[in-house]
Nanobody, 128 residues
Framework: QVQLVESGGGSVQAGGSLRLSCTASGLTFVDFVDYSMGWFRQVLGKERELVVC????????YSTDSVKGRFTISRDNAKNTVYLQMNSLKPEDTAMYYC??????????????????WGQGAQVTVSS
């Protein structure tokens, strides 16, 4: 059973930075490399949206337009961990952030329903 555990959320003032981590258990690092990993965010009353995603092997990434140049996704396969570095944070970045994994060997998808496993969420609050 794969489990994803996020850490690193919190409160920060606009312009600040946070780094979220998501560690997968139930997988060896040899298996973890086969999973594309994404970060979604959700605000109460709105749909969950894909923010960034990194394909298996880490060769390519996707970022939604609103975070390009500010957010960076990376992965450390030896640690079964994916990171979301968030810089120049804005109040509109305030949301619950979720880590998610695609089915094995599948590339990143924009659709939340395509992801197999989800973390419990990490709250990010940006004040102006």
């Amino acid at each position: 059973q794969v489990q994803l555990v996020e850490s690193g959320g919190g409160s920060v003032q606009a312009g600040g930075s946070l780094r979220l981590s998501c560690t997968a258990s139930g997988l060896t690092f040899v298996d973890f490399v086969d999973y594309s990993m994404g970060w979604f965010r959700q605000v109460l009353g709105k749909e969950r949206e894909l923010v960034v995603c990194i394909n298996r092997s880490g060769g390519s990434t996707y970022s939604t337009d609103s975070v390009k140049g500010r957010f960076t996704i990376s992965r450390d396969n030896a640690k079964n961990t994916v990171y979301l570095q968030m810089n120049s944070l804005k109040p509109e970045d305030t949301a619950m952030y979720y880590c998610a994994s695609m089915p094995r060997y599948r590339a990143c998808s924009l659709a939340a329903g395509q992801y197999s496993y989800w973390g419990q969420g990490a709250q990010v609050t940006v004040s102006s």
